[in-house]
Structure formats: C-alpha cells, structure tokens
C-alpha cells in the first residue's frame, strides 16, 4: 500500500519561501495516471488544494496561488516537492500530500512568523 510522508520545517518567516517534500512508499511516483498533489488546511478552515505533479512530471496549480508555488520531484528518491513563495501568515496551515486525493500524508505543520 502506497504512503506517503511530508516533510519540511514547521517554521517560516514572512517573506521566505516555504519548501516541503513528499517521500513516497510502496509505489512510484511515476506509475501511469496517477497524481500527486499538495494540499493546505489554514487553522478552522476547509481543505484547499494546492496543486499536483502527474506521472509524466507535468504541473498544475490552484489560480489564486499559482503565481507563488512551484511544485517539481525527484524520481531518483521519490518524492515530489512544493516551495510556496513570498510567505504571509495566511499561509500558516497543515500542508498535506497525496495521491489521487485518496491516500494522504499525516500533514504537518507550517506557522509564517517572525
């Protein structure tokens, strides 16, 4: 069974760039349609998708942070990764990965502050 676990410091300043990776088991992140995906929970709201990297390395993010987030990965280990640009509080949330929305990260925490 495929599981994947976040990884990344859970503290960022305002302005930094917010960096994660995603290291996945029992399965590549490379098999035939499947996607991988970020996700974000702010504190006492819903969930809000991110954005993916398919198996053929193709990206796509959510317009309203698009400008902001670069997703890419490494087949060599695994992983796929997110950075997330010019970081505000508003971004404090749990950030979670995962596949095809059905398998997910525990997440972990990220706080913006100073």
């Known amino acids: 069974q495929v599981q994947l676990q976040e990884s990344g410091p859970g503290l960022v300043k305002p302005s930094q760039t917010l960096s994660l990776t995603c290291t996945v088991s029992?399965?590549?992140?490379?098999?035939?349609?499947?996607?991988w995906s970020w996700i974000r929970q702010p504190p006492g709201k819903g969930l809000e998708w991110i954005g993916h990297?398919?198996?053929?390395?193709?990206?796509y993010s959510s317009p309203s942070l698009k400008s902001r987030t670069s997703i890419s990965r490494d087949t060599s280990n695994n992983q796929f990764s997110l950075q997330l640009s010019s970081v505000t509080p508003e971004d404090t949330a749990v950030y979670y990965c995962?596949?095809?929305?059905?398998?997910w990260g525990q997440g972990t925490q990220v706080t913006v502050s100073s």
């Open positions: 995962a596949r095809d929305f059905l398998y």
């Open positions: 029992g399965g590549s992140i490379t098999t035939n349609s499947y996607y």
């Open positions: 990297i398919t198996y053929s390395g193709s990206t």
